[in-house]
């Protein structure tokens, strides 16, 4: 239950989509995609489409603690279970590495495909493979 991100410059001639899992924002896709763009950070949306929300993604210490060596902002973005474990926040992820890129205009779809599965597919919860797409396109 990923996190699409799409990004395009304000003409709309440059675009890159991006698979958000934990692992990849972990491993900077953010970063290395705007490095193969030629716009200005600052001319630049961002768009953050339906994944697994907070309520639902339960990760273990691993996880935090990749992203806390990365930044203490990212302390935020994970709230502690009794369990020993946290719940992670995507959204909040890819929005805290978009800003410290320089990228501000970041719109949101806040949609939890595991909690929505009549319009969503969610392998974490059905365990199903399955597909969907998110689609962007230069006109």
Known sequence: DCLPILLTDHKGTQIAAIHGGWRS????IITN????????VADIYAWLG?????????????????????????????????NGKYLADLHKIATLQLESLGINQISILPECTYSNTNKYYSYRKNAIT?????????L
């Open 50 to 82: 339906p994944c697994i929300l907070k309520n639902n993604f339960e990760v273990g210490s691993e996880v935090k603690t990749k992203f806390v060596q990365k930044g203490d902002c990212f302390n935020s973005a994970f709230t502690a279970k009794t």
């Open 130 to 138: 399955g597909r969907m797409a998110t689609l962007i396109c230069i």
């Open 25 to 28: 924002l972990g491993a900077n």
């Open 33 to 40: 995609t705007l490095a193969k763009m030629k716009t200005p």
